[in-house]
Structure formats: structure tokens, C-alpha cells
């Protein structure tokens, strides 16, 4: 199922009892519902790391967040709280592909899974899926020189993305 998608599997009742003696005359049943944890899609590609400072770049995200603000790589961190999914990683990808505030779990390979928000865009997501139909992610750092940078890129094509929202 779906990530949130509800399905009630029994249905409950309301128990009733005597007010008076608190005998119960009939107990309460709870209601049992499945919720999803799956993702809407699921895609492959490849994944390379930016620092905040790279050449031309300002530290600053492209998208602004939920709440119309701006985030800086560098001032605000490399992560998001998101209200439903928490602490999340900031990315970049082809907003044509991926709306801002897109939800995704990353897989490439070398570093750990990890959940994921659409913040940032960048001409070279937009011309890998232009130019040869891949889609690249590029996993944000503070710094050019930050540790583990090279460890996200894997460029195999194999990446896995579990697309668990589709932008704000």
C-alpha cells in the first residue's frame, strides 16, 4: 500500500456499561486499520555530490520551504525537518521531473539508504535528462571539501529512488 493510504481491516463498536454498577454489558472492539509505509514510485538513475560553495553557487536552496522562506546550505544545514517525514536530506533534481519539496528515499550503493527532500535544482540534472532521458540526483554538502562527497556518487545508473511524495 501506498505510504498513509488507510485501510480499515475490521471495523470497531463502542462497548456499553452500567452506569451505576459499571458492570460491562458489552465490551468495546477497537478498529483495525492498515497503513501503508510503501512508496507511490519507484525509479533508477544516478547520484553525485555538490558542495554549497561550488563555483556559481550561493549556499542558497532553489526552492523556498513550505513556509515560503529561503534555506541556506551553508547557515541552516544540509537537512530539513519536515513535518511529516522528519529530518530529511536536501537534494537536487530536474524540477521538471521532481517538484520542490518532493520526497524520496535514496539507495545508491555505497552510503547508507536515506530519506530525502527536492530542494535545489541544477543545470546538470536538467541536461542528463534532456540530453540522454537519466535521471540524476545531486546530494547536498555544506562544503566542496566536505567528507564523503565522493561517496555519493554512483553514476552506475542503479541508484534506487522510492518516491514517497510528489512536491509540497
Known amino acids: ?43 533508477s ?10 563555483v556559481g553557487c550561493s549556499g542558497n536552496v532553489a526552492c ?4 515560503g522562506k529561503t534555506h541556506n546550505l551553508i547557515n541552516d544545514g544540509i ?6 517525514y522528519g529530518s530529511v536530506r536536501i537534494i537536487a533534481a530536474d524540477n521538471t521531473l521532481f517538484d520542490c519539496g518532493t520526497i524520496m528515499k535514496i539507495d545508491n550503493g555505497i552510503i ?3 530519506m530525502a527532500i527536492v530542494m535545489d535544482t541544477g543545470g546538470a540534472m536538467r541536461q542528463a535528462w534532456r540530453n ?15 567528507k564523503g562527497i565522493y561517496n555519493a556518487t554512483n553514476k552506475s545508473g542503479n541508484v534506487t529512488f522510492e518516491v514517497y511524495r510528489n512536491g509540497w
Not at 27 to 36: I, K, L, Q, T
Open 132 to 146: 540522454e532521458n537519466k535521471i540524476l540526483i545531486d546530494i547536498a554538502f555544506s562544503y566542496e571539501s566536505s
Open 1 to 43: 500500500m501506498l505510504y498513509d493510504e488507510e485501510r480499515v481491516i475490521s471495523n470497531g463498536s463502542d462497548g456499553y456499561a452500567v452506569a451505576e454498577t459499571g458492570d460491562v454489558l458489552i465490551e468495546p472492539v477497537n478498529e483495525v486499520v492498515e497503513v501503508g509505509r510503501g512508496p507511490i514510485s519507484i525509479v
Open 79 to 84: 537537512y530539513y525537518e519536515d513535518s511529516k
Open 64 to 67: 523556498s520551504t513550505l513556509d
Open 45 to 54: 538513475g544516478s547520484t553525485t555530490g555538490y558542495g554549497a560553495d561550488c
Open 112 to 114: 547508507d539508504p536515506f
